[in-house]
């Protein structure tokens, strides 16, 4: 096989261990100790993790024509065009001002997807959750779950003190990227550079089949209008909801053209499935554009969006294909973890959390 080709997928790339289940239970547990803090604090259910959102956008997908066969694969085979809905995000479970600056995420829904669904997935949308890093800070689940505990301790800290933490870690992460690295705990504690999310490339950061072979995705800026915000300086001091500000700004005036593309899997060795924290070497394998994304002028930010996207909405990378099956030991922690975090806002909040229908009005 040459080195360039694609590796099949096969069941055995998965490799569960015997206390998955435990591990799950424990973050399970945990994710309702945040949303049960957040829930006293704020009077309403949010998520467990990417509480806060910063653009509600509603656009189209457009599956590219003439793709190579091992690019063709699943909901990418033939050319179409899908409504899709947008919510960018900031990770942390509770909602935070903007200075405390910490990773970003996109949760992307493309709907009205006809094929083969997952065991149990009733719905008919096609869901990819990312994040703008091209690797998880986390190599498993037990891993993972040491992470969300501290999140957890931390959930109900005062502002005042996670404010002047960030500014201390941006500071650290600053010299690091300067020396030629970066620390991806650092990042996800609160040392993110203060810039504009739109600018951001975001990354499924593991990986899914992808038809007969196994890939990661990204969506990354293409129109000029956003990779001039790719690395852009966005102060936000003073401003809590700054980034939203920022969206809201941004769609009033111009329409976003982002790729979706697909790295497929070609090597063994420096491609793992099972192990969540390692990128896979862009040199053997780009990331190749499958898809165009994009979304009209609008307004990024609504009461109405905010009923039917933010709390009307689960974001769950298994809403998909059966040709798009999340792989690996963080997504399977996912197909536990996240049906839950949704229950808790619905039964909360009194607000059915259902999955559009095509035609019916992206996110309606």
Known sequence: MSPASPIPYHPSVEQPRTDEADIHA???????????TTFKD???AVRGVHAKAHGLLTGRLEILDGLPPELAQGLFETPGTYEAVLRFSTNPGDILDDSVSTPRGLALKIIGVEGERLEGDEGTSQDFVMANAPAFTAPDDAAFLKSLKLLAATTDTPQVFKKAFSAVLRGVETVLEGLG?????????GGHPETHILGETFYSQVPLRWGAYIAKVAVAPVSPELTALTGASLNVNGRPDGLREAVTAFFAENEGVWELRAQLRTDEETMPVEDASKPWPEEASPYLAVARLTVPRQDAWSEEKVRQIDDGLAFNPWHAL?????????MRARRAAYPASAGFRAEHNGCPIHEPRAGSGAGA
């Open 42 to 44: 704020y009077g309403r």
């Open 181 to 189: 690295t970066q620390s991806p705990t650092l990042i996800s504690m």
């Open 26 to 36: 424990q973050m399970l547990a945990t994710f309702a100790k945040i949303q049960e």
């Open 322 to 330: 059966a040709a798009h099956r999340p792989l690996g030991a963080i």
